[in-house]
T-cell receptor
Framework: DSGVTQTPKHLITATGQRVTLRCSPR?????VYWYQQSLDQGLQFLIH???????AKGNILERFSAQQFPDLHSELNLSSLELGDSALYFC????????????FGPGTRLTVL | AQKVTQAQTEISVVEKEDVTLDCVYE???????LFWYKQPPSGELVFLIR??????QNEISGRYSWNFQKSTSSFNFTITASQVVDSAVYFC??????????FGTGTRLTVIP
C-alpha cells in the first residue's frame, strides 16, 4: 500500500458527461501528479500540483482540469467525455516539488460508453 | 527531448529462470533520475527503485538487481530465480527537473510455473 488513495476505483459513464476523480496524497506529501494510462498512448503525464498551485502541464486536454485543495487532496475533472477518454487514471504524490520519488495510487478506471 | 525505450514488449520465462528487462534512455540533461515501476495484474503501479545520474553503482535487493550504465544510457533490471508472482508489466521511467515522469512502453513479463 503506497498510502495514496483514489476514489472511485471504477467509473462507468456516457459520452458527453462530466466526472470527478479524487486523490488523497500520502501524509506529508505536498505534490500531486495525475497520469493517464491508455492502450494507445501508454502512461502519460497530465498535470502537477504543489501545495495548491499548478506547477506543470503535460498532455492534458482542455476538457480536463484539476485542482489541489488546502487539505492537499486533489480532484481531476473530466468533461464532455468521449469514448477515447476511457483509461486508467493514476494519481501520484511526492514529498516536495522537485525530483522526489512519486508513489502511485491504485488508479481509477474510467469507462466511457 | 527525453525518451525511454523498452524494446522488449513481452517476455515469457519458466519459473526459476533469470530474466533481464532492458531500458535505454535518451537525454541531454546531466542530472536526471531513473526509476522502475511494477504493474501487477491488479493494476496499481508499485515503485521498485530510483537512481540518480551521478550514482552508477549497481544495486541488489533480494532477487532484484539493477545495472545502470551511463556509457550506454541503459538501466537494466534483472530478476533472479523468477517466481509466478513476478508476472507483471514493468515500466522504466525517467525524470528531470521538469519533475514529471516519462515512462517507457513497458515490458510484460509472464513467469510460467
Amino acid at each position: 500500500d503506497s498510502g495514496v488513495t483514489q476514489t472511485p476505483k471504477h467509473l462507468i459513464t456516457a459520452t458527453g458527461q462530466r466526472v470527478t476523480l479524487r486523490c488523497s496524497p500520502r501524509s506529508g506529501d505536498l505534490s500531486v501528479y495525475w497520469y493517464q494510462q491508455s492502450l494507445d498512448q501508454g502512461l502519460q503525464f497530465l498535470i502537477h500540483y504543489y501545495n495548491g498551485e499548478e506547477r506543470a502541464k503535460g498532455n492534458i486536454l482542455e476538457r480536463f482540469s484539476a485542482q489541489q485543495f488546502p487539505d492537499l487532496h486533489s480532484e481531476l475533472n473530466l468533461s464532455s467525455l468521449e469514448l477515447g477518454d476511457s483509461a486508467l487514471y493514476f494519481c501520484a504524490s511526492s514529498a516536495d516539488r522537485t525530483t522526489d520519488t512519486q508513489y502511485f495510487g491504485p488508479g481509477t478506471r474510467l469507462t466511457v460508453l | 527531448a527525453q525518451k525511454v525505450t523498452q524494446a522488449q514488449t513481452e517476455i515469457s520465462v519458466v519459473e526459476k529462470e533469470d530474466v533481464t528487462l532492458d531500458c535505454v534512455y535518451e537525454t541531454r540533461d546531466t542530472t536526471y533520475y531513473l526509476f522502475w515501476y511494477k504493474q501487477p495484474p491488479s493494476g496499481e503501479l508499485v515503485f521498485l527503485i530510483r537512481r540518480n545520474s551521478f550514482d552508477e553503482q549497481n544495486e541488489i535487493s533480494g532477487r532484484y538487481s539493477w545495472n545502470f550504465q551511463k556509457s550506454t544510457s541503459s538501466f537494466n533490471f534483472t530478476i533472479t530465480a523468477s517466481q509466478v508472482v513476478d508476472s507483471a508489466v514493468y515500466f522504466c521511467a525517467f525524470q528531470t527537473g521538469a519533475n514529471n515522469l516519462f515512462f517507457g512502453t513497458g515490458t510484460r513479463l509472464t513467469v510460467i510455473p
